[in-house]
């Protein structure tokens, strides 16, 4: 199994368990880091909706939490419940989060309908990013 069908099977199994009852838009992420290890992350709304938590914001602070300090790759997927999968690219707040712990080789991979895969960087996703450190 490649590392992005790993951690596909990550983000997927995280969507699964999404909780989204206001938008039913179900997303997955799953985040490897330097140490090759996979963390995975689903979406959480709440009643003060939009006040949840985004599924690439998820995997991240779980990989913060064991220890990691860089992502190498993260796999996202989502789309609408009972519907087909989409190239769900990161909001703007996921992708400034996901800057925060990347380098010019990290990989965003997007799955879509049919299993179909888009690879951006970043920088694809961020340019002339903002940056403290």
């Not at 838009?25 to 979406?43: K, P, S, T, W, Y």
């Not at 709304?45 to 949840?52: C, F, L, M, R, S």
């Not at 985004?54 to 300090?69: H, P, Y």
């Not at 991979?109 to 694809?124: A, P, Y």
Request: net charge negative.
């Amino acid at each position: 199994m490649s590392t992005d069908d790993s951690l596909f099977d990550s983000a997927k199994r995280a969507r699964d368990k999404a909780h989204a009852p206001y938008s039913s838009f179900h997303v997955g992420a799953a985040v490897l880091d330097e140490n090759g290890r996979i963390h995975a992350g689903c979406n959480v709304e709440n009643a003060a909706y939009p006040e949840g938590i985004c599924a690439e914001a998820n995997a991240i602070g779980s990989m913060v939490t064991e220890g990691g300090t860089r992502i190498k790759r993260i796999a996202i997927l989502g789309g609408l419940a009972g519907k087909g999968l989409e190239n769900c690219t990161p909001c703007g707040g996921c992708r400034q989060k996901i800057l925060e712990f990347a380098d010019s080789e990290t990989v965003i991979v997007l799955e879509g309908e049919n299993g179909q895969r888009r690879s951006f960087t970043i920088k694809d996703l961020l340019p002339e990013s903002f940056r403290l450190l």
